[in-house]
Every structure is written in structure tokens, then in C-alpha cells.
T-cell receptor, first 110, second 115 residues
Framework: RKEVEQDPGPFNVPEGATVAFNCTYS??????FFWYRQDCRKEPKLLMS???SGNEDGRFTAQLNRASQYISLLIRDSKLSDSATYLC???????????FGRGTSLIVHP | GAVVSQHPSRVICKSGTSVKIECRSL??????MFWYRQFPKQSLMLMAT?????????EQGVEKDKFLINHASLTLSTLTVTSAHPEDSSFYIC???????????FGPGTRLTVT
């Protein structure tokens, strides 16, 4: 089983839709979780950290489920500009080396 | 957010030559930086972890003598691709980790093409 797994997609949604991605991790001792966004041929950019209590930033909501070992990202009212690959990153559990998922591709169409 | 610069952004070199890539954290200190490689439509692959003042830790399968890493200060790490070959052509990205939040900030990447 891979350490961090994501559905590669693509998720193809119309503007205004709500879309959610999950990311599962195998190391139960993991401590830090993040969502990054990567546009084609660009570097990843931090979207948001994921806290135990969950966090929200505008249209984006991230949640952590430790019992089931997954994190989620919810995007409400999708915009065309949200089209990108969303990477989840897990860190900790004895190592502070970040582990990336393969990313989930999102395509928002008019 | 924090800023990480990377230089050069794009380089074309001939097979057999060496290329040095710099990664700088501009407004924070980073005791740890990471070097990644990304091939088209694939995920980021961690190559090595660079620790200030000590030797880098390389991932399995990454040749330390081919990919030389130097982390001489809290704001600068360099990756030198020695005796480059066409198969080394890739997108090389560095990241610096904030010592307080553990959030990583990525440089803009260097696209290396070896002819």
C-alpha cells in the first residue's frame, strides 16, 4: 500500500459546483497535513494546512479524520481558475520528510 | 506566504557538463530544504533532504556522487547535476521548510534540458 494515496481523477465539474477530494495515508503516527495546488508546469503552492479541528479558507474547507486516516478538501462554488492538480502532503510519524500524493486533477468547465 | 527563489529557471546544457541550481529562502531561515524532480505528468519525487551544516540524505536510487548537494547557510542550498545526460532532463524543484510551522514553500523550479 502506498504511503499517501489520491484518486488521480480528473474530476470534471461545471462552474459553481461543489467538489471534494480525499487523500488516505498509511502511517497512523503522521502529524502534519497539507494541501498544495500545482498548475501545469509550475511549482506546487501551499493551499492550506489541515488541522485536527478542520479549517476553512473562503470556498475551501480541509478536514482531517485520524480514525480513518484520511484528509479531505472541499471546494465550493468552483471557479474556472480552480482547475489544477491538488496534492496532499503528509509528514511526521518519526520522520519529518514530507510525502506527496500523486495529486488529483480538477477541471472546472463553463 | 514565504518566498523561495530558484536559479536558473531554465537551463540547456550539453551532455557531460555539470549544472548548478541554487535554492534560496528569501524571508525566513530554513535548516532543512528538499530537492525534488518531476517528470511530465508524474508526481514529485523526493531526491534528497538537505540539512544546513551537514551531509544531505539521499533517497534510495538517487546517486549522491551525481547529484551533489550543499547547504552552506540557513538560506541557501545548491544542487549540482554532474556529468549530465539526456535522461537527467527534468523539472527540478526545491522547497524550504519553515522551522516553526513545518509548512513547505517551493521554489519556482528549474527546467533542465540536456542535449
Amino acid at each position: 500500500r502506498k504511503e499517501v494515496e489520491q484518486d488521480p481523477g480528473p474530476f470534471n465539474v461545471p462552474e459553481g459546483a461543489t467538489v471534494a477530494f480525499n487523500c488516505t495515508y498509511s502511517n497512523s503516527a503522521s502529524q502534519s497535513f497539507f494541501w498544495y495546488r500545482q498548475d501545469c508546469r509550475k511549482e506546487p503552492k501551499l493551499l492550506m494546512s489541515v488541522y485536527s479541528s478542520g479549517n476553512e479558507d473562503g470556498r475551501f474547507t480541509a478536514q482531517l479524520n485520524r480514525a480513518s486516516q484520511y484528509i479531505s478538501l472541499l471546494i465550493r462554488d468552483s471557479k474556472l481558475s480552480d482547475s489544477a492538480t491538488y496534492l496532499c502532503v503528509v509528514m511526521g510519524g518519526g520522520s519529518y520528510i514530507p510525502t506527496f500524493g500523486r495529486g488529483t486533477s480538477l477541471i472546472v468547465h463553463p | 506566504g514565504a518566498v523561495v527563489s530558484q536559479h536558473p529557471s531554465r537551463v540547456i546544457c550539453k551532455s557531460g557538463t555539470s549544472v548548478k541550481i541554487e535554492c534560496r529562502s528569501l524571508d525566513f531561515q530554513a535548516t532543512t530544504m528538499f530537492w525534488y524532480r518531476q517528470f511530465p505528468k508524474q508526481s514529485l519525487m523526493l531526491m534528497a533532504t538537505s540539512n544546513e551544516g551537514s551531509k544531505a540524505t539521499y533517497e534510495q536510487g538517487v546517486e549522491k556522487d551525481k547529484f551533489l548537494i550543499n547547504h552552506a547557510s540557513l538560506t541557501l542550498s545548491t544542487l549540482t547535476v554532474t556529468s549530465a545526460h539526456p535522461e537527467d532532463s527534468s523539472f527540478y524543484i526545491c522547497s524550504a521548510r519553515d522551522v516553526v510551522t513545518y509548512e513547505q514553500y517551493f521554489g519556482p523550479g528549474t527546467r533542465l534540458t540536456v542535449t
